[in-house]
Structures are given as C-alpha cells and as structure tokens.
C-alpha cells in the first residue's frame, strides 16, 4: 500500500488542522494506521493510532486534542488536530501496517512522505 500525508501548514497556537493520508490499493480496509511525527533534532514518537478492526489510540501528550479517524471507503485516514502548541511543531507522517503493537515506528511497513505543521505563538 502507498500513503501520501497532507494537510500540514502553519497555524497559530490555539488552532486546528485536518491531516489525510490517502492510500493507495484496495488492501486499506485490513491495514492498521498510525500517525507519527518527527521535530527537529529529535526522534519519531508516537502520536496516534486506529487499528483497521476498530479501537484508536493517543499519546498522553495530544489525547484530548487530537483525534483520528478514517475513512475505508475513501482509502483514507484523518488527524483532526485541535488546541495546537508549539510543542506539536514537526513534521507529521502517517504509517500503515498489520502485524500489532501500534506504539512503535518499527511495526509499520508503510510510509506517507510527511507533511510539515508549524505552530507559531
């Protein structure tokens, strides 16, 4: 399955962007996806994940702001991202893949390029 991730910007603190990744091959419905980023000088975390039999999780640092979803229809997942800070500012990727433990980068097969969100104060 290929990903392309887009959606990133520059926003204020306070406010919202809508991330997607848009997969390619029919094979999406049956893929877990997990949302990571990287800043700068810094190693990929963790943000979000929504397993492709249903269930999502968060990192501690945007459960509450962040929420994701997807769309198997459209071959599609979302990172509806609120409350920003600057602390949110990297560059954001979304991952796909089927073998468990959504927490770590390693598990995933699939990559989007990144999409850049910059949070200004």
């Known amino acids: 399955v290929q990903l392309q991730a887009s959606g990133g910007g520059l926003v204020q603190t306070g406010g919202s962007l809508r991330l997607s990744c848009a997969a390619s091959?029919?094979?999406?419905?049956?893929?877990?996806v997990g949302w990571f980023r990287q800043a700068p000088g810094k190693d990929r975390e963790f943000v979000a994940a929504?397993?492709?039999?249903?269930?999502?999780y968060y990192a501690d640092s945007v459960k509450g702001r962040f929420t994701i979803s997807r769309d198997n229809a459209k071959y599609t997942s979302y990172l509806h991202m609120n409350s920003l800070k600057s602390d949110d500012t990297a560059v954001y990727y979304c991952?796909?893949?089927?073998?468990?433990?959504?927490?770590?980068?390693?598990?995933?097969?699939?990559w989007g390029q990144g999409t850049q969100v910059t949070v200004s104060s």
């Open positions: 929504i397993p492709w039999n249903g269930g999502t």
């Open positions: 091959g029919r094979s999406f419905p049956y893929y877990s």
């Open positions: 991952a796909a893949q089927n073998t468990g433990n959504y927490f770590r980068a390693n598990m995933y097969s699939y």
